[in-house]
């Protein structure tokens, strides 16, 4: 089945624990990005990679890093977590580079709270 | 000049009825506005979408509604059903870079 995974669907943590949020497509799509969600503030876009090793700044990058070693693997990692980052995250994937003129297909999201 | 403003944030419909959710946009190198439809638990997924060389896109009760020289564009939902109860979604993209910002989010509710 095609689809975006992200793991772990939950996670507690307390203030300046690394942690890594993983997110797998099998769609073998070129582009993917990280969003979080918050109240009244919609989607933010995080960061975004148009292929293997390209990757960019969205809007809300602070605190955050990702990399993109393999085609099919965008992990996003929170090296020292803040409760402001407590939020809900989504994964997205796209199939071409151009990715943000396209359909983007979301991860089921990862619920995060920083205590 | 980046953003995109989505109203109204809650919008309560009866069945049958009409559902409009308006976006306004600032940026006009913005040429790409798609519309995500949210149910609750679950991400995201793609609507319908517009470029701006046509005023209006339908997809069965669905209809975008696209206004350049207003920098404005309206999902119209029509004979609105409670399994349309959902969190919608405006957003809009250049063709440089990679982003897609957007809107706020609507939460539709439809009564039966």
């Known amino acids: 089945e095609a689809q975006v995974t992200q793991n772990p669907r939950y996670l507690i943590t307390v203030t300046g624990k690394k942690l890594t949020v993983t997110c797998s497509q099998n769609?073998?799509?070129?582009?993917m990005s990280w969003y979080r969600q918050d109240p009244g503030l919609g989607l933010r876009q995080i960061y975004y990679?148009?292929?293997?090793?390209?990757?960019d700044k969205g809007d809300v990058p602070e605190g955050y890093k990702v990399s993109r070693k393999e085609k099919r693997n965008f992990p996003l990692i929170l090296e020292s977590p803040s409760p402001n980052q407590t939020s809900l995250y989504f994964c997205?994937?796209?199939?071409?580079?151009?990715?943000?003129?396209?359909?983007?297909?979301f991860g089921p999201g990862t619920r995060l709270l920083v205590l | 000049q980046q953003q995109v403003k989505q109203s109204p944030q809650s919008l309560i419909v009866q069945k049958g009825g009409i559902s409009i959710i308006n976006c306004a946009y600032e940026?006009?190198?913005?040429?790409?506005f798609p519309w995500y439809q949210q149910f609750p638990g679950k991400g995201p997924a793609l609507l319908i979408a517009?470029?701006?060389?046509?005023s209006e896109k339908k997809e069965g009760r669905f209809t975008i509604s696209f206004n350049k020289s207003a920098k404005q564009f309206s999902l119209h939902i029509m004979d609105s059903q409670p399994g349309d109860s959902a969190t919608y979604f405006c957003?809009?993209?250049?063709?440089?870079?990679?982003?897609?910002?957007f809107g706020q989010g609507t939460e539709l509710s439809v009564k039966p």
């Open positions: 997205a994937s796209s199939l071409r580079a151009q990715g943000h003129q396209e359909t983007q297909y």
């Open positions: 769609m073998n799509h070129e582009y």
């Open positions: 990679s148009m292929n293997v090793e390209v990757t």
């Open positions: 940026n006009t190198a913005f040429d790409y």
């Open positions: 517009i470029r701006p060389d046509v």
């Open positions: 957003a809009a993209s250049t063709n440089q870079g990679g982003k897609l910002i």
